[in-house]
Nanobody, 128 residues
Framework: QVQLLESGGGLVQPGGSLRLSCAVS????????VGWFRQAPGKEREGVSCISMNTGIIHYAESVKGRFTFSRDNSKNLMYLQMNTLTPEDTGVYFC?????????????????????RGQGTQVTVSS
């Protein structure tokens, strides 16, 4: 069992920054890929970034490369998503999730895919 709890969403102007946090706890975490995906109204679900808990390798979607940074604080069991140079296209509900899928496949999951575990989500709105 894995528990995930997101925080840090909000309203920000285009060009601004936000940092999302995900508190992660559970057993056998090295068996999982942990990461973020987002869902916006009228848009397909999109994998944003993830980390292989076994290797520590971090991956990013092309749409956020160079703007978003994934990091973790093992001492606090926290994962962070630093989001810079935000645009209205980044608006959506951001979810932290854990799944046994390989990290490289995080961005190719079908829309019907159900993650092993996920948080309740946090709203990010980029608007002037």
């Amino acid at each position: 069992q894995v528990q995930l709890l997101e925080s840090g969403g909000g309203l920000v102007q285009p060009g601004g920054s936000l940092r999302l946090s995900c508190a992660v706890s559970g057993y056998n975490l090295n068996d999982y890929t942990v990461g973020w995906f987002r869902q916006a109204p009228g848009k397909e679900r999109e994998g944003v970034s993830c980390i292989s808990m076994n290797t520590g390798i971090i991956h990013y979607a092309e749409s956020v490369k160079g703007r978003f940074t994934f990091s973790r604080d093992n001492s606090k069991n926290l994962m962070y998503l630093q989001m810079n140079t935000l645009t209205p296209e980044d608006t959506g509900v951001y979810f932290c999730a854990a799944d046994r899928v390989a990290a490289g496949a995080w961005f190719e999951l079908p829309q019907s895919y159900r993650y092993d575990f996920r948080g309740q989500g946090t709203q990010v709105t980029v608007s002037s």
